[in-house]
């Protein structure tokens, strides 16, 4: 009987771990690339960024011209904005703070925070 026992509390333990494991996998994942898809006037520039679903982003004048543009991806809750200057591609991997439905706030290199608001 103890052995019945301590079986089936072992599996009703393995169980509650799957479920806590599964839990934290979603959990630690706390934004979507959909959360970033977007047109939007950020806090450190007066021209708007345009953030596409296939990975583009653009920076675009009123009159349509592109002044700079790149890749981006999101890794660990980060924004990886990838450019090329000058013949060199760099990253720029930026901490997600917060995002939502209109606004979106991330910790730059030098540790301020830049805020991007919806203007779409």
Known sequence: MANLFSGKL???????????????????????????????????????????????????????SVLQYGIWRLENDKIIWTIKQG???TDDANPVLSASAREFRVREQDGSTTVFRRID
């Open 87 to 89: 013949g060199r591609i």
């Open 10 to 64: 072992f599996k009703i333990a393995a169980l509650l771990m799957a479920g806590v494991l599964a839990y934290a996998m979603i959990a630690g994942k706390k934004f979507s690339e959909r959360d970033f898809v977007g047109k939007w006037q950020s806090s450190r520039t007066f021209t708007p960024l345009i953030i596409a679903t296939n990975g583009e982003w653009e920076i675009r004048t009123a009159e349509g």
